[in-house]
Antibody, heavy 120, light 107 residues
Framework: EVQLLESGGGLVQPGGSLRLSCAAS????????MNWVRQAPGNGLEWVST????????QYADSVKGRFTISRDSSKDTLYLQMNSLRAEDTAVYYC?????????????WGQGTLVTVSS | EIVLTQSPATLSLSPGERATLSCRAS??????LAWYQQKPGQAPRLLIY???NRATGIPARFSGSGSGTDFTLTISSLEPEDFAVYYC?????????FGGGTKVEIK
């Protein structure tokens, strides 16, 4: 059974940093692209970032480019999102999501999400 | 960036009725379009990928169609558990983008 468990969310001041983790199990982690998608309170879904199974070719939304870094550790089957220079508009539930394939970016499994609140 | 426009914003229907949801892309996405269902307090769930392929475990009452810029998600007969918000998403070009969602509510 595929499971994705996010952690690392919390309250952070504007300008601060946070690192999210997503522990994966139930599939061959290194064979699939992984994604971060966020949802601000009461809003729709916003794609944040994608990383291929090899760790190559990370992609970022313009809204986070230069501030967020996606990475993965296949020895630990874990996905990460390092978030720096956080802003109020980054407040959201952050989901990690597995892609259908390494290049097929339909997202077939999602974690339950971790809430990031950016506020002073 | 490819913009996805979903309509209507809200669909009020009764159980047993047919639901037809639309997603229009600002430029062609071929058939690289997916549909998701999200219930309050839950993560999204993949229903349809590549326009018309049902994901694993998705009931046959859910079907998808379309190509290019116009896509449709059809729920043939609404079950009580189908009342939720539905999103479309394209994977044709970076950045990945989602539509704004259609809420299917009980009439």
């Amino acid at each position: 059974e595929v499971q994705l468990l996010e952690s690392g969310g919390g309250l952070v001041q504007p300008g601060g940093s946070l690192r999210l983790s997503c522990a994966a199990s139930g599939f061959t982690f290194r064979s699939y692209a992984m994604n971060w998608v966020r949802q601000a309170p009461g809003n729709g879904l916003e794609w944040v970032s994608t990383i291929r199974g090899s760790g190559d070719s990370p992609q970022y939304a313009d809204s986070v480019k230069g501030r967020f870094t996606i990475s993965r550790d296949s020895s630990k089957d874990t996905l990460y999102l390092q978030m720096n220079s956080l802003r109020a508009e980054d407040t959201a539930v952050y989901y990690c999501a597995k892609a259908l394939g390494d290049t097929t970016m339909a997202l077939d499994y999602w974690g339950q999400g971790t809430l990031v609140t950016v506020s002073s | 960036e490819i913009v996805l426009t979903q309509s209507p914003a809200t669909l009020s229907l009764s159980p047993g009725e047919r639901a037809t949801l639309s997603c229009r892309a600002s430029q062609s996405v071929s058939t690289y379009l997916a549909w998701y269902q999200q219930k309050p307090g839950q993560a999204p769930r993949l229903l349809i990928y590549d326009a018309s392929n049902r994901a694993t475990g998705i009931p046959a009452r859910f079907s998808g169609s379309g190509s290019g810029t116009d896509f449709t998600l059809t729920i043939s007969s609404l079950e009580p558990e189908d009342f939720a918000v539905y999103y479309c998403q394209q994977r044709s070009r970076w950045p990945l983008t989602f539509g704004g969602g259609t809420k299917v509510e009980i009439k």
